[in-house]
T-cell receptor
Framework: ELKVEQNPLFLSMQEGKNYTIYCNYS?????LYWYRQDPGKSLESLFV?????AVKQEGRLMASLDTKARLSTLHITAAVHDLSATYFC?????????????FGQGTILTVHP | NAGVTQTPKFQVLKTGQSMTLQCAQD?????MSWYRQDPGMGLRLIHY???????DQGEVPNGYNVSRSTTEDFPLRLLSAAPSQTSVYFC???????????FGQGTRLTVV
């Protein structure tokens, strides 16, 4: 059974600081996704990582994937208040369990002035 | 372009009642899924479909039924609502290939 674990689950940051959210998963996969959810809203796709060593960047967020370590990171650079949201990683097991996404618990990020 | 449309947005049910949550997508996506979101537990997959006429169970299927008669629609039926089914329900669709899921706006369901 695929398990996806994020840490930390809660992250309180000051504006301007850097931090990293970690996503570990239990079964070999080379497909990992990051989503953002604002309070009371739906989920929005941020990054799609489809191979070992993949790195994607958008603004102050950068995501990477290490399939050997079964680890993805979401790095936040110089945080701003607008980044406050819940961030989820998700994994699919294409070829063995296609059509299914397994999500981590989510990391609630709060950025303070 | 509507994307994924869920109805209703809010619903209160009494224990034992049944209802159907509607989900429709206009992107011609093959894959559709239903998730429930509970605090501290992320999103958990209830049922999913890889095409019209094909459905399968996810992680938490008990108490729910689905069918997929068309590519566009994927309704979720609660057979006999229980307080444990109080949650926010999200429908998602994805094209074949990498599962870049597009989510609906969610249905907040309360069972009393």
């Amino acid at each position: 059974e695929l398990k996806v674990e994020q840490n930390p689950l809660f992250l309180s940051m000051q504006e301007g600081k850097n931090y990293t959210i970690y996503c570990n998963y239990s079964t070999t996969s080379d497909r990992l996704y990051w989503y953002r959810q604002d309070p009371g809203k739906s989920l929005e796709s941020l990054f799609v990582l489809l191979s070992n060593g993949a790195v994607k960047q958008e603004g102050r967020l950068m995501a990477s994937l290490d399939t050997k370590a079964r680890l993805s990171t979401l790095h936040i650079t110089a945080a701003v208040h607008d980044l406050s949201a819940t961030y989820f990683c998700a994994v699919d097991l294409w070829g063995t369990s296609y059509g299914k996404l397994t999500f981590g618990q989510g990391t609630i990020l709060t950025v303070h002035p | 372009n509507a994307g994924v449309t869920q109805t209703p947005k809010f619903q209160v049910l009494k224990t034992g009642q049944s209802m159907t949550l509607q989900c429709a997508q206009d992107m011609n996506h093959e894959y559709m899924s239903w998730y429930r979101q509970d605090p501290g537990m992320g999103l958990r997959l209830i049922h999913y479909s890889v095409g019209a006429g094909i459905t399968d169970q996810g992680e938490v299927p008990n108490g729910y039924n689905v069918s997929r008669s068309t590519t566009e629609d994927f309704p979720l039926r609660l057979l006999s609502a229980a307080p444990s089914q109080t949650s926010v329900y999200f429908c998602a669709s994805s094209p074949r290939g990498p599962l870049v899921a597009f989510f609906g706006q969610g249905t907040r369901l309360t069972v009393v």
